[in-house]
Nanobody, 115 residues
């Protein structure tokens, strides 16, 4: 099983930037896809971005052009660069990974965008 730990969340003003990290450990060989999801209070969890082992990426419509997902294989770490943040980006951000059909989630990191 894969263990995932997110970091980098915090409080930022509208228009600001943050970079989230997701460190993977455990049975990481063969991870096919990793992703970021977020959940705001009272809302369902939604896709932010995903990246495959071949570096193909997908983005949710609300973050296209503002967020960038990346993956550092040797460091077993995934990143989410978030620019031009908006108050509606406020949520708990979770990373996940699929390895041999098994889905694993991290515990999340809070991102708050407020002046």
């Amino acid at each position: 099983q894969v263990q995932l730990v997110e970091s980098g969340g915090g409080l930022v003003q509208p228009g600001g930037s943050l970079r989230l990290s997701c460190a993977a450990s455990g049975s990481i060989f063969g991870i096919y896809v990793m992703g970021w999801y977020r959940q705001a209070p009272g809302k369902t969890r939604e896709l932010v971005a995903t990246i495959t082992s071949g570096s193909s990426t997908t983005y949710g419509d609300s973050v296209k052009g503002r967020f960038t997902i990346a993956r550092d294989g040797p460091k077993n770490t995934m990143y989410l660069q978030m620019n031009s943040l908006k108050p509606e980006d406020t949520a708990v951000y979770y990373c996940n990974a699929i390895n041999q059909g098994i889905l694993s989630w991290g515990r999340g990191t809070q991102v708050t965008v407020s002046s």
